[in-house]
């Protein structure tokens, strides 16, 4: 059955309020989607509540602290990385409360080894992804505390079947050695994808030693990130496939024979004056491209839609409307699959 959730990112400051939103939402969907409802995130509460810092506070022995230049590694905890970890424990009460005596899936999004070693700067020096000691360091750690965090969440919603996502939109431009150094004049050199694939292997297991049932990875919208999650064993790719050409669909057609699942990230639907949300249009930006690569219709009842991240300007009311509308869009999704 056809699934829409979100991928984390919420606007706003009330995170009871958010979850409350998300989980109604999602756990009342039409007959014939499966709705799953997401741990939510709300970068606007500033650095230690965005990908970054939610990420670095759960970090097993490798604190961070806030520097010129965002979150680096530090040589002991200090009061930046309580607040990261304070809000940590502020969502989870939230989803606690908000996900009461809910039974089902759920979605606990959280950045991805690569992107948090591009994102985090060493003590001294460049980030974390110059030093390949460091990134392998930093796997370990992020896998640790996503298997203590997972099985944290699996207490306060003992209801729940969890799905971990990483996000990793920084992949492709880790792999592709296209991150600008500290100063700004070179780039930093590529982690082979292979060695992305292990990184992420890595917190992949851990995840599932932690009690998640399902690990997907959003690998953004660059083609080079097609491998490293195919090749790391996650479950699912997630990605915005409407930046892809046919090859990168192609890549996508052979995952998924190969057993890796398909999650898609639409972007808003069109508006018409005349004729409002063009929700059939947004459907076939994954349907059209399935069938030109001669994938199985009938798969398409596998796979898992979500929203395009809010913008940073955007509302409450503005995420809820584009949640909705994805779940319009599934609903075509559904019977272009039994088509």
């Not at 979100?6 to 999602?26: H, I, R, Y």
């Not at 690569?293 to 798969?299: C, K, Y």
Request: contains cysteine.
């Amino acid at each position: 059955m056809i699934a829409v959730t979100g991928s984390g990112p919420w606007p706003g400051t009330d995170v009871l309020e958010a979850q409350n939103v998300v989980m109604g939402d999602l756990a009342d969907t039409p007959e014939g989607i499966t709705g799953i409802p997401f741990a939510v995130r709300l970068p606007a509460r500033g650095p230690a509540g965005d990908g970054t810092g939610s990420a670095a506070a759960l970090l097993i022995d490798l604190p961070a602290e806030l520097g010129v230049h965002g979150w680096k590694l530090a040589d002991r905890p200090g009061r930046d990385l309580a607040r990261a970890q304070s809000l940590r424990r502020e969502d989870l009460d939230a989803l606690a409360v908000a996900a009461h005596g809910y039974v089902g899936p759920l979605l606990v999004p959280v950045t991805g080894p690569l992107t948090l070693a591009a994102s985090l700067y060493l003590a001294r020096g460049d980030r974390v992804v110059a030093d390949r000691g460091a990134v392998a360091e930093l796997a370990e750690s992020l896998g640790a505390g996503i298997a203590h965090h997972v099985a944290t969440v699996r207490r306060a919603v003992p209801g729940a079947e969890i799905t971990l996502l990483l996000d990793e939109p920084f992949l492709a431009r880790v792999v592709a050695g296209a991150l600008p150094s500290f100063s700004g004049y070179s780039a930093l050199r590529s982690v082979p994808a292979q060695i992305a694939a292990v990184r992420l292997g890595t917190v992949v297991s851990a995840a599932r030693a932690g009690g998640a049932v399902r690990v997907v990875v959003h690998g953004g919208t660059a083609q080079l990130a097609i491998a490293p999650v195919v090749d790391s064993g996650a479950d699912a790719l997630l990605c915005d496939a409407t930046h892809f050409d046919d090859r990168a669909w192609e890549l996508l057609a052979d995952a998924r024979e190969h057993g890796t699942g398909l999650w898609f990230e639409l972007p808003p639907h069109e508006i018409s004056s005349r004729s409002g949300a063009d929700v059939p249009a947004q459907a076939d930006l994954v349907v059209a491209p399935w069938r030109r690569v001669g994938l199985s219709l009938a798969e398409l009842a596998g796979v898992v839609l979500i929203p395009r991240a809010p913008s940073a300007g955007a509302t409450p009311d503005e995420a809820r409307a584009e949640l909705a509308g994805v779940v319009r869009a599934a609903l075509v999704v559904a019977e272009r699959a039994e088509g």
